[in-house]
T-cell receptor, first 112, second 114 residues
Framework: DAGVIQSPRHEVTEMGQEVTLRCKPI?????LFWYRQTMMRGLELLIY????????DSGMPEDRFSAKMPNASFSTLKIQPSEPRDSAVYFC??????????FGPGTRLTVL | GDSVTQMEGPVTLSEEAFLTINCTYT??????LFWYVQYPGEGLQLLLK?????DKGSNKGFEATYRKETTSFHLEKGSVQVSDSAVYFC?????????????FGAGTRLAVHP
């Protein structure tokens, strides 16, 4: 299996632009998680899905952030409009429903 | 609520030195405990886990023992290598409402020099 796939690996954009991050989970995994990693706040859980349904989005920082999972093999995290303080590494992870999660390589976002 | 506390880094060691990274947790019940490792430019990978008190998780020469009495899960390795340089995250699993969630510590950066 190819593991969790994220794209792009790096994204540089200007403040106010829309940013879309993409994730393909491991086939057969029912759970998908989006995390944000910064030096100041460490690793934060933003939202997670079970069978394509958002279960807990309490970690989403504000309305500028939205996440979707239209099918079992694809999810997006969108920021609109983006701000410099959104600069971070965003990770996607998937799980078969056990207590282990499998992480993607991350997307490094820089908002100028 | 549940939380994980790790020793602050960075930890700097010479090759073949002994490693300890402290981790303590606060939780109701007896959650599963994990160590994840993040190599430069990569995502987190599961290093080892323990699911109940007195269990010892081990992998790649790393070990950690689930200590209920001290609510700890310290990571140890007898002889580190340069290739062990990475950020190490301690985590616990919280099963709530029918779903598993991982709660991570802040991470400890390890730098091993030749």
């Amino acid at each position: 299996d190819a593991g969790v796939i994220q794209s792009p690996r790096h994204e540089v954009t200007e403040m106010g632009q829309e940013v879309t991050l993409r994730c393909k989970p491991i086939s057969g995994h029912d759970y998908l998680f989006w995390y944000r990693q910064t030096m100041m706040r460490g690793l934060e859980l933003l939202i997670y899905f079970n069978n394509n349904v958002p279960i807990d989005d309490s970690g989403m920082p504000e309305d500028r952030f939205s996440a979707k999972m239209p099918n079992a093999s694809f999810s997006t995290l969108k920021i609109q409009p983006s701000e410099p303080r959104d600069s971070a590494v965003y990770f996607c992870a998937s799980s078969p429903g056990t207590d282990e999660q499998f992480f993607g390589p991350g997307t490094r976002l820089t908002v100028l | 609520g549940d939380s994980v506390t790790q020793m602050e880094g960075p930890v700097t060691l010479s090759e073949e030195a002994f490693l300890t990274i402290n981790c303590t947790y606060t939780a109701t019940g007896y959650p599963s405990l994990f160590w994840y490792v993040q190599y430069p430019g990569e995502g987190l990978q599961l290093l080892l886990k323990a699911t109940k008190a007195d269990d010892k998780g081990s992998n790649k020469g790393f070990e950690a023992t689930y200590r209920k009495e001290t609510t700890s899960f310290h990571l140890e390795k007898g002889s580190v290598q340069v290739s062990d340089s990475a950020v190490y995250f301690c985590a616990l699993n919280r099963f709530s409402g029918g779903y598993n969630k991982l709660i991570f510590g802040a991470g400890t950066r390890l730098a091993v020099h030749p």
